[in-house]
């Protein structure tokens, strides 16, 4: 079994040094889901929700996000990303929206909590917009899907 790099010998949370580490190219993907009635998904598609265009408002939001993941996961390193992406595909047979988010920075540490968290806020964002309508909405399955570079490698997530 790995050791967690984020307790130091003496049990306490810490902040890894990455400072002997080499600058790398770094990329990761993160996917979840905000699962809803079927009215509220036709809703947002015929935009007529309330608070706004909830797509556009969800990817920008998980933007924003992805790149205050250093001040908000107290243990993370901030980076200076290269890149974020968030894609938000309706899934209407599924009831649901998907959320894909995707970092990437050439740095000494990975870029797989800035994804996660560009997922996570797109779709807390979805969820705020739309409570009005529909509170029974469900944030589902945020995951790592894949992640490059750094010292550990690749990683693929297996469905």
């Given at each position: ?6 307790i ?32 509220t ?114 990683f693929?997530?297996?469905?």
């Amino acid at each position: 079994m790995k050791k967690l790099t984020h307790i130091d010998s003496e049990g306490k949370a810490r902040m890894v040094d990455v400072s002997g580490k080499a600058a790398t190219e770094r990329e990761a993907i993160a996917r979840g889901f905000v699962l809803m009635r079927q009215e509220t998904l036709q809703l947002i598609l015929d935009k007529s929700i309330p608070k706004g265009d909830v797509i556009a408002t969800a990817r920008i939001a998980g933007i924003m996000g992805a790149k205050k993941t250093g001040e908000l996961i107290p243990l993370c390193h901030p980076l200076n990303l290269s890149t974020v992406a968030v894609e938000i595909t309706i899934e209407e047979e599924e009831k649901r929206i998907r959320i894909e988010g995707r970092a990437k920075t050439v740095g000494q540490t990975g870029v797989e909590m800035e994804a996660l968290t560009a997922v996570s806020v797109a779709a807390l964002t979805i969820y705020d917009m739309c409570k009005a309508v529909d509170k029974e909405m469900m944030v589902s399955d945020i995951v790592l899907v894949e992640k490059r570079g750094g010292k550990s490698g690749e990683f693929r997530r297996k469905e």
